[in-house]
C-alpha cells in the first residue's frame, strides 16, 4: 500500500484552533497543497487578517504577519510592490474583506495588484461572537440582527465575487464551496487558478470560500453544512465570474 | 483495497467524514479524546476502498489514506 | 441601558472584543423605542454616522475597544472643531496594535489629551462599576449637549464584560437649546457647521473659544475619595484598578496604615485643584494604574513639587491585579516612605 493522502507540508503540524466542523481547517489545507503544489513555501509572504483566521501565521510554514483589521489587501499590496517576487497572499473573512475592508480590495483589485486574496465567507463575524457581517442573508438571526436580517434598514448580503468580477483591473475571480467533494474538487482548481495568476505575472487573483459557522449558526457540524448548501449556494451561486478555467 | 489511519487526538468529533464517506463506513463513538471530543472511526476498514474522500473532507487534517 | 434612558435614539457601531454587549443590546432595545440602530462597515464609518446624525441635534452614541477607537480620532477632531455634541464608549482593550482582549488602562493619554490630531479635548468619564457606568451614560449626553462637544466614557474590558446588580432610575430630562442644529433653512437663516478656518486670524479665534470652553469644562469635575481624614498615603487610581484598589486599602486599613483613595472620575478634566489642596497636609501619593505610566503625569501635574513624593505601580496589561497584589505594592511604599 502507498498513501494516497497526506497533510501538506507547508501547513504546520500543530491542532487548529477552530470550531469543529468550521470550513476554514478545510480551507486552510487547500491553501497549503497549493503553496506545496507550485513550490513557493519559501517565496510566500502571507498576509494575516483579523478574525477567526488571525492565527494563519501558526499554521504556514511560510513568512506570514499581521495586518490591521480589513486592511490585508493595501498591505498585502505594499508586500508586492517591494517585493514583486515573492507570492504574496491575504486571506481574509467577510466582516475583515467586506465591511472593514471594503476600499482596500476594491483599490487592490482595481489596481490589479497581482496578489492571490482567498476570502472565506460564512455570513458573520466569528470570532466576536456572532454579529451580522456584509454577508449575512435576509432573515438571518445574529447577535445585531436578532429579528432576523431587514434588508430595509440592512441592506443586502454583498456579493464580493461579483463586484470585483466586474472591475478591468481582476484577472481570475471565482466563488467555490467545500461543503462536499465535488465542490471541495472544484474549489481545488479554482484556488489554483488564483495562484497562477500570480505565478504567472498575469494579476490579482481572488476566490470566495462559501463556509460554514456551526458555533455562531447554532447548529451541528452537519446542519451547518447543509446550510451551505441549502442556503447559501442559491444565494451566493457558485462559478468563475472572471478569468477562464483552468 | 484502502486504508485509513486516524490522528485521534486531533479528531473534534464534527462528523463531516461521517457525511462524505460513500460507503458510509464512519461514525462518532463514544470514545473521547483528550480535549474531550468523541472522535471518529471506521466500522469496517475491510470495506474501504481508499478513495480518500473523508480526508479531503476533514477539516482538521486527522485522517491519512492508504491504497 | 443608561444611554436609552437619556434619550438616545441613535446608536451606530462596529464588533470589537470586549464591547459587542453594547451594539448587541442596541440592536435589540433602540428599536423599540423607535430608535435607530446601525451596525456600520467599520468604526470610522460609525464615528461620521455619529457626525451626522448629531449635527440634526439628535443624541447619538458610539462605541468600540482601543483600535477601533484609533480609527475614531478623525471624526473626534472633526466633532469638536465643528462643535458636535455625541457620545463615544471605549472599552478599552490591551495593546498596542491587536494586542489582546484583556482590560488595560493604556488609552488613558489617547482619551485624555485629544486623541487625534489638533489642540482639542473632549471629557473623559472613568466609570468603575456597572451602577455607575450606567449614571455617567446619562450625564455624558447632557454634558456632550451643553458644551456642545462629544464626550469619552473610558471603560476596559473587566467592566465591559462584567454583570452587576443595576438600580434603574428615571432620567431628569433637560432642555439645551439647540440653535446651530442642521434641520433645512426653512423660514429662517441658513447655517452652517464647520471646522475649516482659513481667514486670517479666524482660526486662531475659533481655538480661543474652544480653548475657553475647556476650561469651563472644570466646572464638571467629579472624583471620590476614601479613608482619607486621617490618611498619610494617598493611592490615586482610576476605573477598574480604583475598584481592586478599594479592597487593597481596606486591607491596608485593616493592619493600621493611613492609606487613603483618590479616584478621579472625570479623568479630563483631571481633577489637579483637590489633588494639589490634599498635598496641604499629605505628602506622599501613590499612582496605580494597568499600563506602564499614564495617569501618574496628571499627578505629578498636580502634586510632583519638592515636598511630595510621587509613586507609581503600573504593570502592562495582560492579567488583572488581585486585591492583594496591590495591597502588597501599596504596603510596600507605605513601609518606605512612612514606616
Known sequence: MKQVFDRPQSLVDVPFHFCPGCHHGIVHRLVGECIDKYGVREEAIGVASVGCSVFLYDYFDADVFEAPHGRGAAVATGVKRARPENFVFTYQGDGDLAAIGTAEIIHAANRGEPITVIFVNNMVFGMTGGQMAPTTMPGQETTTTPFGRDPKTNGFPMKMAELLAGLEGTTFVARAA?????????????LQRAFEAQINDQGFGFVEFLSACPTNWKMTPKQANERVNNEMIPYFPLGIFKGEAN | MGMIEFRFERCKGCGLCVLACPKELLSVGSVTNRAGYPVAQIDSMEECTGCAICAEMCPDVVITVFK | MGAIEAGCRFYFGYPITPQNDIP???????????????????EIASINMLLGAAATGARAMTSSSSPGISLKQEGISYLCGSQIPGVIVNMCRSGPGLGGISPSQGDYFQATRGGGHGDYRTIVLAPHSVQEAYGLSMKAFDLADKYRNPVVILGDALLGQMKEPLKKYKYRKKEFKKDWIMTGAKGREKRRLKSLYLADGELTDHNWMLYKKYQRMKREIMFETQFMEDARLVTVAFGSVARILKSAVEMAREKGMKVGLFRPITIYPFPYEALDKISQSVHNFMALELNTGQMIEDVKLAVGHKKNQVDFYGRPPGSIPSPDELFQEVKSVYMKRIG
Open chain 1, 178 to 190: 467545500v461543503n462536499n467533494i465535488k465542490n471541495l474538487m472544484r474549489a481545488k482548481k479554482m
Open chain 3, 24 to 42: 448587541e443590546y442596541m440592536s435589540r432595545h433602540l428599536p423599540e423605542v423607535g430608535g435607530t440602530f446601525i451596525q456600520a462597515e467599520s
